[in-house]
């Protein structure tokens, strides 16, 4: 299987929305050829309320489209189908015209598609199940994500501070919560998961946990890092010893075939030693493994020359199960060290991510300034959290960002897209991540002063 970065067969190109928040019209085509679509509007128009019905379609988060205020949902896709998505209310008002005398069914949130250029059309009804909601599911579902110390029966809003019981909560939202999934048609389940969609929210410093306090997503991503660099030098010493094991044989075998020139040799080794550096650079191999091949002859005679012939072949082999990796670590640590001027950054299987002040000292990664732990982990969800051909959704990436690094914000996604390949929806107010690329905004909600 290939490692090279695809994209989805099916793409998601155009999102128009009637009615949000009750006042708006938007329709958006994606930047499919760049990847890079920016939202960008007044407060209040529905910039991220757009992020958040994308994402509750792709998640199979039905309960959460339910709630959300909008007239009707267009969703247009690269392979000519569109899926329509009309909310309770106008589905009532539907039902209700054409049949006036009857008694109307309970709320529903309506689901149709249709092939452009087909008769066929499929339609769906989603209603919510009105059931118990488990006490988890409030911190899952809600933004009052964590309990008061010693009261657990409290939840806290992380945004606005409200304190709410569990029973007012359970009761106040008891519609949103999601019923139990495996109902939707196969159609419409088909549509759902073709696409990887992944949410950036405004909150992305901590993990909140129902059973512990909250944790620095930052300690939780170095943690991460070293166990994907341990899997990786895992995956290439499985490699070295199937290798090694069958040397010997493959030596004897090669007897008949005219190796290349010493000269042709040398320069591959001489490649290979660069690349080693850079691997043992990268943290992904050790100083023992980053030996170089030394050999004493100064004239090399064809035995020699067939070893070393095998040799190049095996390294290059052992090295490319560590490119994937290695690719983004580079670009990780690159995107970094051109931001955090006065800090060392390193990678390694022990810690993951290493950060040391200009005297050598560690820095605890939960001590960064805002700023910083928002570059890494945004930076690092872009780089090794995304899956190739995922889309993308960011709400505000300027959050607590210098006005340099918004600058950088648009050319780092192109940096990173050139290795996951992404399309990426953002929303932002900041005309600094814009900078010069005004070709790839899209303007909700009328004259903004963004610009």
């Not at 920016?38 to 379609?57: E, H, Q, R, S, Y």
């Amino acid at each position: 299987m290939s490692d090279e970065p695809t994209l989805a067969a099916r793409r998601l190109t155009t999102v128009s929305v009637l009615g949000l928040v009750h006042s708006f019209d938007h329709s958006v085509s994606l930047n499919t050829e760049e990847h890079i679509t920016v939202l960008v509007g007044p407060n209040g128009v529905g910039k991220t309320m757009l992020l958040k019905i994308i994402d509750a379609f792709f998640n199979r988060q039905l309960s959460r489209l339910y709630a959300l205020p909008f007239t009707q949902i267009l969703l247009g896709f690269s392979d000519n189908i569109t899926v329509k998505i009309e909310s309770p209310k106008t589905v009532t008002e539907t039902w209700a015209k054409a049949h006036p005398d009857e008694v109307l069914p309970p709320p529903a949130i309506r689901f149709s598609y249709q092939k452009n250029g087909s008769d066929e059309r499929l339609a769906w009804e989603y209603r919510p199940v009105r059931r118990h909601v488990r006490p988890e599911e409030v911190k899952r579902y809600l933004e009052y994500d964590r309990k008061r110390p010693g009261v657990p029966s409290v939840y806290i809003n992380s945004k606005t501070g409200h304190e709410a019981t569990y029973t007012e909560l359970a009761r106040r939202y008891r519609e949103i919560f999601p019923a139990s999934r495996g109902q939707e048609p196969e159609w419409l389940l088909e549509i759902i998961q073709s696409i990887n969609c992944r949410f950036i929210q405004t909150q992305r410093l901590l993990n909140i946990s129902a059973d512990s306090e909250p944790t620095p997503v930052v300690e939780q991503d170095a943690e991460d890092l070293a166990e994907a660099i341990q899997s990786a030098y895992t995956k290439y010493a499985i490699t070295s010893q199937t290798l090694d094991q069958t040397f010997p044989r493959r030596v004897l075998l090669l007897q008949s075939t005219l190796p290349e020139s010493e000269a042709a040799l040398r320069r591959q080794l001489n490649d290979l030693d660069v690349q080693r550096a850079k691997l043992t650079e990268a943290g992904l191999l050790g100083q023992a493994e980053g030996a170089s091949l030394e050999i004493d002859e100064k004239n090399w005679d064809e035995s020699i020359r067939r070893v070393i012939h095998i040799y190049i072949d095996d390294t290059r082999q052992k090295f490319e199960t560590l490119r994937p990796i290695h690719e983004k670590i580079s670009a990780f640590i690159e995107i970094l060290k051109s931001k955090f001027r006065y800090k060392g950054i390193k990678a390694s299987r022990e810690n993951g991510i290493s950060i040391t002040s200009e005297r050598g000292e560690e820095i605890k990664l939960s001590s960064l300034s805002s700023g910083e732990q928002h570059q890494l982990v945004l930076l690092y969800e872009l780089l090794f959290k995304t899956q190739d051909g995922t889309l993308l959704l960011i709400d505000e990436p300027e959050l607590s960002l210098h006005v340099a690094w918004q600058k950088r914000v648009i050319p780092d996604l192109e940096r990173v897209i050139e290795l996951n390949k992404l399309d990426v929806v953002l929303a932002t107010h900041s005309p600094q991540i814009i900078n010069d690329r005004w070709d790839l905004t899209i303007e909700l909600g009328g004259t903004t002063d963004v610009r």
